[in-house]
C-alpha cells in the first residue's frame, strides 16, 4: 500500500502555468468568435485529422500547453461553421460569447444535475418555469432540459404512451396491452418522431404520416378519418404530433385544431417545436403559434433560434404528475433524507431517462439573463425578415426559383437551367451547395420538397446580415453558371 | 421591413469589455478549483435562490458583468460539491482543471455532432476508437459518446431488442411480436437497467432480478435456471445485464462466466460498467473485468472514474452493423452529398436517439492527452486503496461496523450503538450523514445493504487524501456519539 505521502491527484502541479494556458486560450476563443466573419465558413478536415481516429490512446503525460497548441492547430479551424454569419445549413443557432464563459463556469462547478439539492437544480428549475411562462403553460405542469428535440419527442411520447389510464406499460409492456396503439404526424414531421416511436417499441408502422395540404400543414380533416378508421379497425389511437416549424420548409400545424380533435378524441397533443416554438418570442409572430399553449408535451430547442450553445433542448409536460409517473424511480441509494444534500423533492432524474446530467440550465441562464427575450425575440423577426428578403431576391432573379412557401425563416429554392431533366437538375442543385461548402463563402444545405433536389437556406443566426444573403445568392448564381456553361459537372 | 443598417446582432457591443469580464470569471473559476479544500464541502441553497424559481423571464438586457456578478454571488457557493477532496456520495467525479478550459473551447466551436464532416466528429470517433483499444473491442465494433450509462444502457439494451434475428422489432413493434421478450440482471443492478427496460416498451416485470452471493454479485447457477424456466413457459430470454461496480457496493459479476452463458444460450450479453469498467486503466485491477472484452454492449462513464467534467458517458457495440442498424436514419434534408460539409459515413445520429449533439468528446480528448490513462489509472488504484485503508480503520473503532464486502472503492458502513432498534439505528446513521453534509465536513451518502441503512463511502476523487478519510471517520464518530449521548435525535 503506498503512503500517504506519495498519494497524487489530477489538478495543475503548478497553478499559475496553467492559468496562463488557460487565458492564452480564452484569448484565442474570443478571437476566434470575434473574427469568425473572416473565415472561410467551413473548411474540409485535412487528412492528418482523419487519420488521427486511428492514434493509439495516450498512455503517458503531456503538458497542458502541449496539448492545447495541437487542439488549436488540428481541431479549432475545423468546427461546423455555425459560428458564422452565412451557415446557413440545417437548423443550428450561432452561439453566443457569454456562452463560452458560462459552459466554462459549468464545468468549475461541475455538478451532477440528476438530483439532490444544490444551486444547478434550483437554476434548472427557474429556467423551466421560465419557458413554463413563455408557452402559458400552467403551474402544474413540469419541464426537464435535455440534449434536444429528439430526446424531449422520447421523453414527451413516452409519458403519452405510459399514461394511457387501463394499462401499466411500465409494469407489464406493450406485448401485453390489450389493443395496438398508433399516433399521428404529418408526412413532413421530423424523422425524430419515427425514432422515439420506435425506441418505445411502438413500431414506425403505427405512426400513421397524414399528408400535408399546399402550406405542407397537416391535413386535419385526413387525420380526422384516419383516427376515426382505426379505431374501427381495432387499434387503440393515444397520440397526435403537432410540427411548429417543420423541418424542410417551417411549416406550422394548425396547432389549435389539432389541441381541439385532439380533446375530443381523447388523444395526447404533442407538440414538435424544436425551432419554430421561440417563435412566440417575437410578438408578431407569436399568432402563428396559437394552440402550442394547449399541448400535453411540448418539445424545443434553445440551441437553435436562442442561440445557445450546443447542446440545450427542452420537454414541457402539462400534468407534472403524469410525467413523473412515467419514469420516476427513487431507489435506496438516492434515499431522500430530508435535510442536507440528498433533500429537494422532484428531482429532474424523475422526469428523464437520465440520472447524470451537466449543469446544461447556466448557459440559458446566461444568455436570457443577458441578452432577455425581447432581443431574442427581435433577432427572430430579424431572420424571418431575411427569409422574406431573399424570397423577393430569388423572385429577381430568371435563373432561380422558389420551391417552397417561405413561412419563416427557411427558403427552399433552385437554380434553374432550362432543357434539363430532373436527375440533372438534382445533381446541378447539389453541386451547386457542395461548391459553395467547399469555397468557404456560405453554408446553405440541401433538402427535397415535392421529390425535387433544393437548395435550403435555414436562416437561425444572430449573425447574419442581409449583405450576406446577397453574398451567397451571388454565388450561387456564379457556381450554376459556372457548371452549366461547363456542361454538367461529371465527377461525384 | 426593416432596413439592413438597423439589423443587429447578440454579439458583445464592446469586445473588449467582454474579454476583461470573461477574464476574471476565469481567475474566480481557477481560484475556485485551488482552493475548493478551504471550503465547505457543500452548503445548503439559500432561501433566496430556492425561491428566484419563481422570477419572471427576463424581458430586457443586462450588462454581462452583472450576470456574472449574480452568478458568482448567487449560484457558485452552492456547487454540488463533488468536486472537493471529502466527497463522498454517490459515484461522481471530481472534474479537472484543464476541463474547465476543454469545455469553454467546445462552446467557442459550437459543433453539433450529431454528423456532417467537421473536426469534432473525428475527435469524437478518435476517442473511441481509444475505448475500443482499452476494453479489446473488435475493429468492427461502434461506440458513441452519451450524457452517461443511463443513455448508454438504453441504447445498447434497444440495440439487443432490435436485434431479434426473427422480427423487424423497429418497424412492427412489440405488441405484434410473437413471444414475450425477457432479460436478465442481478438483485444489485441499477435502475437505470430499470428504466431503460421500461422505455423500451418491454416491461419492468419482463426484467428478472437474480439473487446475489454473499459478495454481491450475481448467482450465475440460479440465473440458469432461470433462462431454462422462462424457455419452458414460452418466453423468449434475449439479453443478460451484467455488473461491472455495483453502485451499492461496488460488486463486479462474473463476467466471463456470464459471456459464455450468453453464448451457449444465444443471448445478448450487455455490461453496465458505469464506474468499474476504467478500473480496466490498472494494471493491478484489469483481471477482475475479465470477460468484459466478451461484451455484446458496453455501457460506462467518463465523468466518474476518469475525472471528466459533467456529462459524459460511452456505450460500445461489438457490431457496429447491428448498433447501426438499430437506429440509423437518413431523411432526405440529412442526405449525404459525398463531398462538402455533408459528407462522412457513420454519423453519430446513426448510432442512438440523439441528432443535437454537444462536443463532449473534447474534454475527454484533452484529459487523456494531458494525463495520459497510466496516471488516470494510477488514481483508480490509490482510490481502492484508500477503500482498503478506511474498512481497516473502520475494523479499529469499537463504534463503527462495516456493513458489506469492499470489492473496489465503495466502503458501506454503520455507526453501531448497543441497545438500539434497527429502525433507530437506521435513523441514526442517516442523522449522521445529514449532520456531515451540513457541517460541511464531508459528504457521504446512505444506501441500504441487506435491509439496513448504511453510511456509504465512494472514493471516485482524485483530490481525497489519507487525511481526509481520518477527517471522514472523525466526524462520523464525533456526530454519532454527540447523538447518542444526546439520545436519539426527535427532530425528522
Known amino acids: 500500500m503506498r503512503k500517504p505521502s506519495d498519494e497524487i491527484s489530477l489538478d495543475p502541479r503548478d497553478w499559475d502555468a496553467f492559468s496562463r494556458a488557460a487565458h492564452t486560450a480564452l484569448d484565442d476563443a474570443i478571437e476566434f468568435l470575434r473574427t469568425v466573419d473572416q473565415r472561410p465558413v467551413w473548411q474540409p478536415p485535412p487528412e492528418s485529422l482523419r487519420t488521427s481516429t486511428n492514434d493509439a490512446v495516450p498512455t503517458l503525460e503531456t503538458s497542458f500547453e502541449e496539448v492545447y497548441a495541437e487542439f488549436k492547430n488540428t481541431i479549432l479551424p475545423y468546427a461546423t461553421g455555425n459560428t458564422h454569419p452565412r451557415f446557413f445549413g440545417w437548423v443550428h443557432g450561432a452561439g453566443l460569447a457569454g456562452g463560452i464563459v458560462a459552459e466554462m463556469l459549468a464545468a468549475t462547478m461541475n455538478s451532477n444535475c440528476g438530483g439532490r439539492d444544490h444551486g444547478a437544480i434550483y437554476i434548472e428549475k427557474e429556467v423551466v418555469n421560465w419557458c413554463k411562462e413563455l408557452f ?15 430526446m424531449a419527442n422520447l421523453i414527451g411520447l413516452g409519458v403519452a404512451r405510459n399514461s394511457r389510464a387501463e394499462a401499466n406499460i411500465r409494469m407489464h409492456g406493450l406485448k401485453n396491452h390489450a389493443r395496438t396503439l398508433v399516433s399521428y404526424t404529418s408526412a413532413e414531421a421530423h424523422e425524430s418522431v419515427v425514432r422515439a416511436i420506435e425506441i418505445l417499441g411502438l413500431g414506425a408502422a403505427s405512426l400513421r404520416k397524414i399528408p400535408v395540404r399546399a402550406d405542407f400543414a397537416i391535413d386535419v380533416e385526413v387525420l380526422r378519418n384516419a383516427i376515426t378508421e382505426d379505431r374501427r379497425a381495432g387499434m387503440e389511437p393515444f397520440c397526435v404530433v403537432g410540427s411548429a416549424g417543420t423541418v424542410n420548409t417551417g411549416a406550422i400545424d394548425p396547432l389549435d385544431q389539432l389541441s381541439s380533435l385532439c380533446v375530443a378524441e381523447n388523444l395526447w397533443f404533442h407538440v414538435d417545436g424544436a425551432f419554430g416554438a421561440l417563435a412566440c418570442l417575437s410578438d408578431s409572430l407569436r399568432s402563428r403559434l ?13 440551441h437553435k433560434w436562442a442561440q445557445i450553445q450546443y447542446d440545450a433542448g427542452c420537454i414541457l409536460v402539462r400534468r407534472g404528475d403524469l410525467h413523473r409517473a412515467a ?27 437520465e440520472l447524470s446530467r451537466s449543469f446544461r440550465a447556466l448557459k440559458i441562464w446566461f444568455a436570457f439573463k443577458e441578452h432577455g427575450i425581447r432581443k431574442i425575440g427581435h433577432i427572430i423577426e430579424q431572420n424571418c425578415e431575411q427569409a422574406q428578403y431573399l424570397k423577393h431576391r430569388i423572385a429577381r432573379e430568371p435563373n432561380l426559383e422558389l420551391l417552397a412557401p417561405v413561412s419563416l425563416n427557411i427558403v427552399c429554392f433552385g437554380f434553374r437551367q432550362p432543357g434539363l431533366e430532373a436527375v440533372e437538375s438534382d445533381k446541378l442543385n447539389e453541386d451547386i451547395v457542395a461548391d459553395l461548402q467547399e469555397l468557404g463563402v456560405a453554408a446553405p444545405s440541401t433538402t427535397r420538397v415535392e421529390g425535387r433536389v433544393a437548395i435550403r437556406v435555414n436562416i437561425t443566426n444572430h449573425r447574419t446580415r442581409t449583405a450576406d444573403l446577397n453574398v451567397l445568392i451571388d454565388a450561387v448564381l456564379s457556381a450554376g453558371r459556372a457548371r452549366t456553361a461547363a456542361g454538367i459537372s461529371p465527377e461525384r
Open 136 to 150: 402559458g403553460f400552467p403551474v402544474e405542469s413540469s419541464g426537464l432540459l435535455v440534449s434536444g428535440t429528439s
Open 327 to 353: 419514469y420516476s424511480m427513487r431507489p435506496s441509494y438516492l434515499h431522500n433524507l430530508g435535510r442536507g444534500l440528498a433533500s429537494g423533492e422532484n428531482w429532474p432524474c424523475e422526469f428523464g431517462p
Open 290 to 302: 396559437t394552440g402550442i399553449e394547449r399541448a400535453d408535451s411540448l418539445a424545443f430547442d434553445f
